[in-house]
């Protein structure tokens, strides 16, 4: 898959490299009819996002790079050889015996995919779109976020594990390699954040009933049940909180009012009155039978998820009188973001030492590079002092070991 992803680089590479060879290059793209207004784009190799835009962008116009392999001489020339050529190809290396197998190693030289490349990209195209599409939600700064990471996280769990059963080799040995690193991060439902579960609670479309189906579907009913209680006791939990501190600020700022002077003239409808206390009466008898406010909101039943101008902010907005103590927890958790980071260096810190003017370092300057970046802003003290004596124990360790290498030199002569 990497030599795969090295041989599209190349080709976008070149026509990216000058004026000259992007315009043959679009010169190509007018003769195969292809019709995307998007320019190909080379990536940064520490980014894995990068690499997806680039890859998603170069699929689109495989046929104008085969078209130049074919018609432009100064792109045959400057790749050497013929697609499909295996010589340079990495496919080879488990080969057993033959002449091939004790090959010396030589420097990669610039090879241009063939159509087993191109389906490689392909399938690894619509694997990274899974983390490319979270990545954007996650970082999302004009809507709620922190009620789409269950979502999110679900869906690339399931779609792993699909992948995992996917007939094509290749697809499938991806796939199970992510599912161990995502098992490393995810795996352990015990270190998740617990608000995070709060979250998608209080999202009046799911309330609790999609986290037990979620974790019932992929790890059994009893796992299912299991997380079911244990966010129902932090939500129960969280609920006490704010029940409490409402309580008490309610308490401060209450002061004794003076008792109200009935005007003579003052009229009351003591039908209305009668229907307010009724409707009253009604509310606790209805409370009553749940054991709380929060069994009684989970009781009530979703609303509908097909509507796509739905705004959670203003449901709680609109059923803030009828879940005061709710409302505020929504108002709180809810406006927490699942990410302050931009979704461009969201998993990687090469963003601070590439840019598209330098992307071209290879991976152990960049690595150099971030490590030195680290060291020269760490925030742990250095002692000079110290490592100048390491530095001198070193050299008188060093001068001994030449003044005896020497006298055993003398002494065997």
């Not at 488990?94 to 002449?99: C, E, F, N, P, T």
């Not at 005007?263 to 009553?288: C, G, I, K, P």
């Amino acid at each position: 898959m990497s030599e795969s992803i090295l041989r599209a680089r190349d080709v976008v590479r070149y026509v990216r490299s000058s004026p000259q060879r992007m315009e043959t290059f679009k010169k190509c793209v007018e003769k195969e009819k292809i019709t995307s207004k998007q320019t190909v784009c080379l990536d940064v190799c520490t980014r894995w996002n990068s690499t997806y835009l680039m890859l998603e962008v170069a699929i689109k116009f495989k046929q104008a790079f085969q078209r130049m392999g074919e018609e432009d001489s100064s792109f045959i020339k400057f790749f050497g050889i013929k697609e499909g050529d295996e010589d340079l190809s990495l496919e080879g290396e488990g080969d057993q015996g033959g002449s091939h197998s004790h090959r010396v190693p030589t420097p990669r030289q610039a090879t241009v995919p063939n159509k087993l490349d191109w389906k490689k990209c392909g399938l690894f195209v619509t694997f990274l779109k899974l983390f490319y599409d979270a990545t954007k939600k996650f970082s999302a700064s004009l809507f709620v976020t922190s009620n789409v990471f269950f979502h999110e996280l679900f869906e690339v769990q399931t779609s792993i594990d699909e992948s995992i059963l996917n007939r094509d080799p290749f697809m499938s040995k991806m796939a199970i390699e992510m599912k161990r690193k995502f098992e490393t991060y995810w795996g352990d439902v015990e270190k998740f954040n617990p608000i995070l579960y709060v979250a998608v609670t209080l999202d009046p479309r799911f309330k609790l009933r999609l986290v037990k189906f979620c974790y019932t579907r992929s790890k059994g009913k009893s796992v299912g049940e299991k997380m079911e209680k244990q966010v129902n006791d932090v939500l129960n939990k969280l609920y006490g909180f704010y029940e409490k501190d409402g309580e008490v600020r309610q308490n401060v700022s209450s002061a004794s009012p003076m008792p109200r002077v009935m005007e003579q003239n003052e009229v009351y409808d003591r039908r209305l009155n009668l229907a307010s206390e009724f409707d009253t009466y009604l509310e606790e008898e209805y409370s009553s039978v749940c054991s709380s406010k929060v069994d009684k909101y989970l009781g009530d039943l979703c609303e509908r998820r097909d509507n796509p101008d739905f705004d959670i902010l203003v449901w709680w907005k609109n059923n803030s009188n009828k879940y005061p103590i709710l409302s505020k927890m929504a108002r709180d958790v809810l406006a927490m973001p699942l990410s302050t980071v931009a979704s461009e260096s969201a998993f990687s810190t090469g963003g601070h030492v590439l840019d598209p003017f330098r992307s071209s370092h290879s991976p152990s300057m960049v690595e150099t590079l971030v490590c030195t970046q680290n060291w020269l802003l760490s925030t742990v003290p250095i002692s000079l002092r110290q490592f100048m004596d390491k530095v001198e124990d070193l050299e008188r360790e060093l001068l001994q070991r030449e003044s005896t290498d020497d006298a055993n030199c003398k002494a065997s002569s």
